[in-house]
């Protein structure tokens, strides 16, 4: 058995970290069908692209103001129980999406309002998250466990979305509590996890607006954490299409509920499929360029999605997409926590996911608007074309990021 294969096997070991892998696999089932069902529910009410962007908003809107306070607070309580409060949270969310779909709504902004509850939710649950991960396995392991973190949350949004599209035929109050079971599974199994994070001491020197921003501060000084996350940010922000699938279900491609289950599994299924393949094969060198190239390859996939008109096409260019995009969140998240003291883990972590957040929420604003302006076809072109405008120029602005052969070069010393 070669290294690669039994350090993987080594972090898949751990008990903690495989409790950790089954909240993470329920928790996305539980997102993906509740995606599905929110968009449909939403879209069919209001029958406007802008209706879907705001979905994105008002999820975005709660995690830019609270992502750093957020992130504070991960790295001053236990970040487990944290993590477990959020997903008691995201849990009543899914109780009220229930008792809506019980009552027939006819207009839309009780969805908003929830999903800016839910927003919330995953605003604290995003830190104290990805800043536990790097304690569940050795350090020489991390990039693996990374891997096969992002692999199995994959396989759940290849499922999710296809299993919420039947499951919503059944109604979308059936949908909702299927949600709302798993968000509860998820609370608990996070609550049983052994390992503890020692709150990080405070600094008395600094003041509280300091501690604050000093994620911001740690990735300012450091071009390469910043270059690797702010080009996730422009990258997804442009050429990003989930927000637009269903009108592409619906009205482009007329595939139903069904169709559109299926094509949000698209990008998952590639995803998984190099997701596993880093576990067991990391990338060995050329680490920065690898990510460059791959991210060039999302945004020519998504042209390609933009004007197909082919169902079989469309799903095989999402799947380009996803194996593209899961080398730069493979890539990013390993650079930014084995970069990071543990202290600051979830102050950068913060910072991290509110780009995250950025590109994805804010990303499905930006998607409805261009939509609305340009019609739905040229905006998803337009913003594969901004995507290889992006990388050419984040090539030349961010040099060290291009050059990082390995990535135990940026583990502080």
């Known amino acids: 058995?070669?290294?690669?294969?039994?350090?993987?096997?080594?972090?898949?070991?751990?008990?903690?970290?495989?409790?950790?892998?089954?909240?993470?696999f329920f928790a996305t089932i539980a997102m993906m069908i509740q995606s599905v069902a929110v968009a449909w529910q939403v879209y069919d009410l209001a029958r406007n692209p802008l209706a879907l962007g705001y979905v994105g908003?008002?999820?975005?809107?709660?995690?830019?103001?609270?992502?750093l306070p957020a992130g504070e607070l991960a790295d001053r309580v236990d970040r487990r129980a944290l993590l477990a409060a959020?997903?008691?949270?995201?849990?009543?969310?899914?109780?009220?999406?229930?008792?809506?779909?019980?009552?027939?709504?006819?207009?839309?902004w009780p969805f908003y309002a929830v999903l800016a509850m839910f927003g919330t939710a995953r605003a604290f649950s995003a830190p104290a998250s990805q800043s536990l991960l790097p304690r569940l396995v050795p350090e020489a392991s991390f990039p693996r466990a990374v891997a096969l973190n992002s692999s199995t949350r994959q396989i759940a949004v290849i499922g999710g979305p296809a299993l919420g599209g039947a499951i919503y035929l059944l109604g979308p109050a059936i949908a909702y509590a299927a949600c709302l079971a798993c968000f509860v599974a998820v609370a608990i199994l996070i609550a049983m996890l052994r390992t503890r994070t020692t709150p990080a001491p405070r600094d008395s020197a600094s003041s509280p607006l300091e501690r604050l921003l000093a994620g911001i501060a740690y990735i300012r000084a450091k071009p390469i954490i910043l270059g690797a996350i702010s080009l996730d940010l422009f990258a997804v922000l442009l050429g990003g299409a989930a927000a637009l699938l269903p009108i592409y279900a619906r009205d482009i491609l007329d595939v139903g509920p069904v169709g559109l289950g299926v094509l949000r599994s698209g990008p998952a299924l590639g995803a998984a499929i190099l997701g596993f393949t880093?576990?067991?094969?990391?990338?060995?060198?050329?680490?920065?360029?690898?990510?460059?190239?791959?991210?060039?390859?999302?945004?020519?996939?998504?042209?390609?999605?933009?004007?197909?008109?082919?169902?079989?096409?469309?799903?095989?260019?999402?799947?380009?997409?996803?194996?593209?995009?899961?080398?730069?969140v493979y890539v990013r998240l390993s650079l930014v926590q084995l970069a990071t003291p543990d202290e600051m883990r979830g102050r950068v972590s913060a910072v991290n996911y509110l780009f995250i957040g950025a590109s994805n929420?804010?990303?499905?604003?930006?998607s409805g608007v261009t939509a609305e302006w340009f019609g739905t076809v040229p905006s998803v072109v337009i913003g594969g074309i901004g995507t290889l405008v992006v990388v050419?120029?984040?090539?030349?602005?961010?040099?060290?990021?291009?050059?990082?052969?390995?990535?135990?070069?940026?583990?502080?010393s």
């Open 1 to 24: 058995m070669n290294t690669s294969i039994r350090d993987a096997e080594s972090a898949a070991g751990q008990r903690d970290f495989r409790q950790y892998i089954a909240a993470t």
């Open 57 to 67: 908003l008002f999820q975005f809107l709660p995690l830019a103001i609270f992502a």
């Open 86 to 108: 959020t997903y008691v949270v995201q849990a009543m969310c899914s109780a009220l999406f229930v008792a809506m779909a019980i009552a027939t709504p006819r207009g839309i």
């Open 278 to 328: 880093l576990a067991r094969r990391p990338i060995g060198s050329r680490v920065g360029m690898t990510m460059f190239v791959c991210v060039a390859m999302f945004g020519l996939a998504t042209i390609v999605f933009g004007v197909s008109r082919n169902f079989a096409l469309s799903i095989a260019a999402l799947v380009a997409m996803g194996a593209s995009d899961m080398v730069s």
């Open 361 to 366: 929420e804010l990303g499905e604003f930006e």
């Open 392 to 412: 050419g120029l984040w090539m030349l602005m961010f040099p060290d990021l291009r050059r990082i052969d390995r990535l135990s070069d940026v583990i502080p």
